[in-house]
């Protein structure tokens, strides 16, 4: 009789350990996917940010060439001024979608915290 309550606390402890590993593989399977996901999101946003820069930087330089054309005769000054306008068009664009991606940032592991928010509560209501 001695050896059947301590094998019953085996395998409770057994389950018990079980059960924590596989809490802690989805939590980190969890954390593993949400830092990917925030390595893309920071690339995108790198990403844009440069076509912002690039189409800006361009579009001073048509906006000299434009001043430049400027004392010339001819539709010469039209073409240099609608791209310009073209180019700084690309960057305005270009700045609102980083923008608007800066203000839907999420919280940093938000979904990881909340599973163990979760765990946390159904293990305190279980004790």
Known sequence: MA????GGLFQSLTRLVATLVG???????LLTTELQEEI????????????????AGTG??????????AFWDGPRLLAAILVTLAFLAIAAIAL???????RRKTRLLEATRAELARDRADLEAQL
Not at 23 to 29: F, Y
Not at 60 to 69: D, E, L, N
Not at 96 to 102: D, S, Y
């Open 3 to 6: 050896d059947r309550p301590a």
């Open 23 to 29: 809490l802690a593989q989805t939590r980190l399977e």
């Open 40 to 55: 893309q999101r920071a690339a995108e946003l790198l990403l844009w940010t440069f076509v912002a820069l690039l189409a």
């Open 60 to 69: 001073v330089i048509f906006v000299g060439a434009t001043i430049i054309i």
């Open 96 to 102: 609102f979608i980083v923008r608007g991606k800066l």
